[in-house]
């Protein structure tokens, strides 16, 4: 059985690390959405609720190294273009019933290239905050269903997981 091996836009022909060009595409408005999740047990979720961890204000903090985090989404990822955010925000939501953290980002550019990448890392580093900051009352967090919500823009078109 012959195998095709498909042509990855990230390697050239002999298997080598490719980053791709973006200097012949137009740059456009493109915007990106994310969610994660982050558990907590009941004590821990009780304290941040009420703000009362060592610590400090976990979910300002969160919100912040998100934003952080996306300004820097290509000096962590590899092959990642580095681009001009016109705008990052995290939203973080408490859902009492399950214990658990919502975290929602929205990023959007005016690049030749899409910015789902940065919406991506600010979800997961504003998670992995909220893990560091409440550790010491528990371990048992955990992150969960990092995922692109949406995107607008670029040759591949707009997506949405709702609509999917």
């Known amino acids: 059985m012959e195998v095709k091996i498909k042509n990855f836009s990230h390697t050239?022909?002999?298997g080598m690390v490719?980053?791709?060009?973006?200097?012949?595409?137009?740059?456009?408005?493109?915007?990106?959405?994310?969610?994660?999740e982050v558990y907590l047990n009941r004590e821990t979720f009780l304290?941040?609720?009420?703000?009362?961890l060592k610590k400090g204000d976990v979910l300002t903090i969160a919100k912040i190294a998100g934003i952080q985090a996306a300004k820097k989404t290509s000096a962590l990822i590899p092959l990642c273009h580095n681009i001009l955010i016109s705008k990052i925000d995290i939203s973080i939501k408490l859902n009492i019933?399950?214990?658990?953290?919502?975290?929602t980002s929205y990023a959007e550019t005016n690049a030749a290239?899409?910015?789902e990448m940065e919406a991506l890392t600010a979800v997961s580093v504003a998670a992995l905050t909220v893990y560091d900051m409440c550790?010491?009352?528990?371990k048992n967090?955990?992150?969960?269903?990092?995922s692109l919500l949406s995107k607008t823009g670029g040759k591949?078109?707009?997506?949405?997981?709702?609509?999917k």
Do not use: F, W
Request: proline letters at 2%.
């Open 12 to 14: 050239t022909a002999d």
């Open 18 to 36: 490719n980053m791709v060009s973006i200097l012949k595409k137009q740059p456009s408005l493109r915007t990106a959405s994310a969610y994660g």
């Open 47 to 52: 304290l941040l609720r009420k703000n009362a």
């Open 97 to 103: 019933k399950k214990s658990l953290v919502e975290i």
């Open 113 to 115: 290239t899409g910015i």
């Open 135 to 138: 550790k010491a009352i528990s």
């Open 141 to 146: 967090i955990t992150i969960s269903n990092i």
């Open 156 to 163: 591949s078109g707009n997506y949405n997981k709702i609509n």
